[in-house]
């Protein structure tokens, strides 16, 4: 079994966005076919394509307003899973690290 990627968590209160993106990879500049939106202000970001590989983050756009309890976005309590060592969280969902990182950056 894989190892669960280990997000690198960035907020940024100005451009109102949380980026979540494994040690080591960046969001900017990557193709469309990598994004599997779930909703117009929540996105995974996969390895490759987003229906062939594994996610290795996320972003959540307009953050301060993001409803995590939406239904559009209910899948973001269930897996992929990952680890968010920023936040001391380990095998968690992306609904546990944006409920973390308001915790930690407020909305």
């Known amino acids: 079994m ?7 968590i960035s907020h940024d209160p100005d451009h109102d966005f949380l980026s979540a993106i494994e040690f080591g990879r960046v969001d900017d ?9 779930l909703s117009d202000d929540f996105a995974y970001l996969h390895l490759g394509a987003a229906d062939h590989s594994p996610p290795v983050g996320f972003k959540v756009l307009r953050f301060g307003g993001f409803d995590p309890e939406a239904e559009e976005v209910e899948r973001i309590w269930e897996k992929p899973l990952f680890h968010a060592p920023q936040l001391g969280l380990l095998d968690a969902s992306a609904g546990e690290i944006i409920l973390a990182a308001r915790g930690l950056y407020g909305d």
């Open 2 to 8: 894989a190892e669960l990627p280990r997000l690198y």
């Open 29 to 37: 500049g990557q193709p469309a076919e990598r994004w599997a939106a």
